[in-house]
């Protein structure tokens, strides 16, 4: 198993860019997350899914969107990129939803937006 | 709020000092805590559960529900300790600031 993939893992973005950061699993796992982390502030929750076709928002949706059309794939898009959302984001999953399982992250991606 | 307080964001000792990162948790209940770890250049990984009362690479955390804390402690810390320590999650999946732990030689 590969476990959580994510790509790419450095981007530089110009201020007004979208992307997409792709996230995907191979454990058949239900939940599914994206952190970002800075310094000082740890990981925040910016959005989850606890299934495919079920998306919800953590502690700082704005300024990112994200969907799941399957439950192997949960891709986070940046519409408008901003300063402020230069940071490292990783990509996590756990069997389900229920903080007992492990969380199982990907490797992180590297975003600057200058 | 079901709030995991890391009281320390930054903490260093030396090599072969024992070190103790906080972790103080605010849900009632009965708590499903985990010890996350981030080396240098590395993913988050788990390091330990509280539920599976293990010791890994000399780490222990006990779970004080009177104290409402989950501290990680080791003995003799090395510098290959030095990493960054996430107390997690809370119930709803959210992490704390976490510690940045430097043993220095």
């Known amino acids: 198993n590969a476990g959580v993939t994510q790509t790419p893992k450095f981007q530089v973005l110009k201020t007004g860019q979208s992307m997409t950061l792709q996230c995907a699993q191979d454990?058949?796992?239900?939940?599914m997350s994206w952190y970002r982390q800075d310094p000082g502030m740890g990981l925040r929750l910016i959005h989850y899914?606890?299934?495919?076709?079920?998306?919800d928002q953590g502690e700082v949706p704005n300024g990112y969107n994200v969907s799941r059309s399957t439950t192997e794939d949960f891709p986070l898009r940046l519409l408008s990129a901003a300063p402020s959302q230069t940071s490292v984001y990783f990509c996590?999953?756990?069997?389900?939803?229920?903080?007992?399982?492990?969380?199982?992250f990907g490797e992180g991606s590297w975003l600057t937006v200058v | 709020a079901q709030r995991v307080t890391q009281p320390e964001k930054l903490l260093s000792v030396f090599k072969g000092a024992p070190v103790e990162l906080k972790c103080n948790y605010s849900?009632?209940?009965?708590?499903?805590l985990f010890w996350y770890v981030q080396y240098s250049r590395q993913r988050l990984q788990l390091l330990l559960r509280?539920?599976s009362r293990e010791s890994i690479k000399g780490f222990t955390a006990d779970l004080n529900k009177g104290e409402t804390s989950f501290h990680l402690k080791k003995p003799f810390a090395q510098e290959e300790d030095s990493a960054m320590y996430y107390c997690?999650?809370?119930?709803?999946?959210?992490f704390g600031a976490g510690t940045r732990l430097t043993v220095k030689p």
């Open positions: 899914s606890v299934g495919a076709g079920i998306t």
């Open positions: 849900y009632s209940g009965s708590p499903e």
């Open positions: 997690a999650p809370s119930r709803d999946m959210r």
């Open positions: 509280h539920i």
């Open positions: 996590a999953s756990s069997q389900t939803g229920n903080p007992g399982n492990t969380i199982y």
């Open positions: 454990m058949n796992h239900e939940y």
